[in-house]
């Protein structure tokens, strides 16, 4: 573990336009309306930036970029995204150049119910004009490779705002480019089922935090984000229909889930306060 530890304090800076021929890829992909340069980036999109392009021979068997640069050599492990924390502090602008800044966090080990499990915490913040706009903490694991679970302990409380939402494979591989994320388990059924055991291919988590997100603000435009965390329960697989949903617990805080059937496979928090 200490040789893991090591790795706490890395850093790497990517800078980009955000430019508005892949905003406009964003928006066909979601089913969203076309966005003009100068107006505000929605929260979340960064991730279709600031990825790093590697030759083939730099990917791991799971389509991943190897471990051992960066990110520490973990050994025999299936990766995951498990989730997040964010604070917007000021909106990111279509059409700018911006700078993300990653440094690894902190790295822990523990034991769960499949096994060994390593988290590791990377900090991203990215900034226009030297002005740090969003500060985002995301929560990696590294389990051994065991049998993805396919049900969670979480109740289903009764939602106070609702959308319903069919993600298919098109869906998967549009967003899978917009991102350049070539992990094998969004886009290869074989290696997906066979290799790292689900049922299907997997549902990107970033993806249904996005549709966590996007249903608060699709009922609550009086509403300014402020902070938003998200956790993953349990993996999602296509063919699936999938119940983005929330309710208001307090006069500055939305609990949001997403729901297969009788069950929440992933939850969110956000912290809000009134526009104007």
Same mark, same amino acid.
């Given at each position: 573990m200490s040789e893991l530890k090591s790795y706490i304090g890395k850093s790497e800076e990517f800078t980009e336009d955000i430019n508005i021929h892949q905003i406009q890829k964003i928006c066909a992909t979601l089913g969203q309306e076309e966005l003009k340069a100068g107006e505000s980036l929605p929260h979340l999109w960064q991730w279709c930036f600031f990825v790093k392009a590697l030759d083939p021979s730099k990917l791991g068997r799971d389509g991943h970029p190897k471990l051992g640069g960066f990110l520490?050599?973990?050994? $025999?492990? $299936?990766?995951?995204?498990?989730g997040g924390r964010f604070k917007f502090i000021k909106d990111l602008?279509?059409? /700018?150049?911006?700078?993300?800044? !990653?440094?690894? /966090?902190d790295i822990s080990e523990k034991e769960g119910r499949s096994? /060994?499990?390593?988290?590791?915490?990377? +900090?991203?913040?990215?900034?226009?004009?030297?002005? +740090?706009?969003v500060s985002e903490e995301q929560d990696i694991v590294? /389990?051994?490779?065991? +049998?993805?679970? !396919?049900?969670?302990?979480a109740s289903l409380p009764k939602p106070e705002f609702s959308l319903t939402f069919t993600p298919d494979s098109t869906l998967l591989f549009r967003y899978s480019a917009l991102t350049f994320n070539g992990h094998k388990i969004h886009y290869d059924f074989p290696y997906a089922t066979e290799v790292e055991g689900y049922k299907g291919i997997v549902i990107h988590g970033p993806l249904l935090a996005t549709y966590m997100i996007n249903t608060f603000s699709h009922f609550h435009k009086d509403k300014e984000i402020l902070e938003y965390s998200y956790q993953g329960l349990r993996p999602l697989c296509v063919p699936s229909t999938l119940h983005a949903q929330g309710v208001i617990s307090s006069a500055t805080e939305a609990s949001l889930w997403i729901a297969e059937g009788e069950s929440i496979a992933h939850r969110g928090k956000i912290i809000f306060k009134q526009k104007g």
């Open positions: 520490p050599l973990i050994e $025999n492990r $299936n990766r995951m995204w498990a602008v279509i059409g /700018k150049e911006a700078r993300k800044k !990653t440094t690894i /966090k096994g /060994k499990l390593t988290f590791v915490t990377l +900090l991203h913040e990215y900034f226009q004009s030297d002005t +740090l706009c590294y /389990k051994e490779p065991s +049998l993805p679970k !396919t049900s969670s302990d």
